[in-house]
């Protein structure tokens, strides 16, 4: 019996469940989504290095998503799957945010898809009417 426990906390002991690196100190993109409108809370990722876009760093920052189907210009339509069922935007949509830390937050001119962020830069998300997300960058 000791033996079989031995091996099942080696075993479990090779399988690391990672996390997005932490916010407070991230080295890359800091990503801030609002998910207030729909019942959560505002949460914090870091998406490492220099993400090649918003999308990269949304992801990498540990917030999957997906885009509005059918959709002429990319659109996201959910963050984390919500809202469920994803709607097609309408008044309340995924609005997209830029920011330095400490700064303000400045509605995104870009698409999420085409905009490089810097590394040290804020990336915001918030559902709703286009109103900026409920934390400070």
Request: charged share 10%; proline share 10%.
């Amino acid at each position: 019996m000791r033996r079989v426990v031995a091996v099942l906390a080696l075993l479990a002991s090779s399988f690391v469940v990672t996390s997005p690196a932490s916010a407070a100190s991230c080295d890359g993109v800091k990503v801030v989504v609002d998910f207030t409108a729909l019942g959560g809370g505002v949460e914090t990722g870091c998406a490492p290095g220099d993400p090649a876009s918003g999308l990269a760093a949304l992801t990498e920052a540990g917030f999957p998503y997906t885009l509005v189907p059918r959709q002429s210009a990319p659109m996201v339509c959910t963050i984390k799957q919500l809202p469920n069922p994803c709607r097609k935007p309408t008044s309340v949509y995924w609005s997209y945010w830029h920011a330095t830390p400490g700064g303000t937050w400045t509605y995104s001119n870009s698409g999420a898809g085409s905009y490089d962020p810097a590394p040290g830069t804020v990336e915001g998300w918030s559902y709703g009417t286009g109103v900026a997300p409920g934390a400070a960058p």
